[in-house]
């Protein structure tokens, strides 16, 4: 785990918090960064092994033929001073030629796979048609021949503060699957709309 903004005093002082990070468009912390950067983003990569339900601290597995115990997850998040960001996912050890199903979701991870909440959304509705790739982040992959998988979203915003707090695995693509794990993630926000 990288957290690159991690030596800024704010960012540390949200960490405290327990959020993952901020970043702010007014760049009032001069000393950020180390030259490549003009402004505060946030940067951030978390791993984690999938755990049964009674083990897990950050990964839970609620389907171990789709999602075995000691398979791999990692995400990252770059947001850029704008907003712009880009979440990643790599997954190792899932299930062969599978087609999963990946959101980012509002809460974090329990034994219990409701407790992640539902799907974050850039305009919040309760439309249906606002569940689509563009108003959420979806993260869809189908595993190659190892099991191994990756995604890439971007968007051109950012999440709202405490409002991203997961990556859970459904058992099919799209927005209705059966949630089959969950990643507890330190997404951080951003105040740039
Ligand atoms: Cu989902």
């Known amino acids: 785990m990288a957290v690159r903004a991690g030596v800024c005093a704010g960012v540390v002082a949200m960490a405290v918090l327990g959020a993952g990070g901020v970043a702010a468009a007014t760049g009032e912390d001069g000393g950020h960064g180390k030259g490549k950067d003009k402004g505060p983003g ?11 339900k009674k083990s897990a601290t950050t990964a839970y597995t609620y389907d171990k033929k789709l999602v075995p115990a000691g398979s791999w997850v990692q995400v990252g998040q770059r947001t850029a001073p704008g907003g712009a960001t880009t979440v990643t996912l790599r997954v190792k050890g899932l299930k062969a030629g599978h087609e999963y199903g990946v959101h980012v ?3 974090p991870c329990t034994a219990d796979p409701a407790a992640a909440g539902g799907h974050y959304q850039h305009k919040p509705s309760t439309d249906p048609a606002a569940v689509n790739p563009r108003n959420e982040v979806w993260l869809d992959f189908t ?3 190892k099991g191994s998988g990756k995604a890439t979203a971007h968007h051109d915003w950012g999440f709202r503060k405490s409002g991203a707090a997961s990556v859970v695995i459904h058992d099919e693509p799209g927005s209705s699957g ?3 794990g969950c990643f507890t993630v330190p997404f951080g926000w951003t105040t740039a709309r």
Not at 42 to 52: E, I, L, N, P, Q
């Open 178 to 180: 059966a949630r089959v």
């Open 42 to 52: 946030y940067s951030m990569r978390t791993d984690g092994v999938f755990a049964k």
């Open 105 to 107: 979701h509002t809460k």
């Open 143 to 145: 595993a190659d021949r």
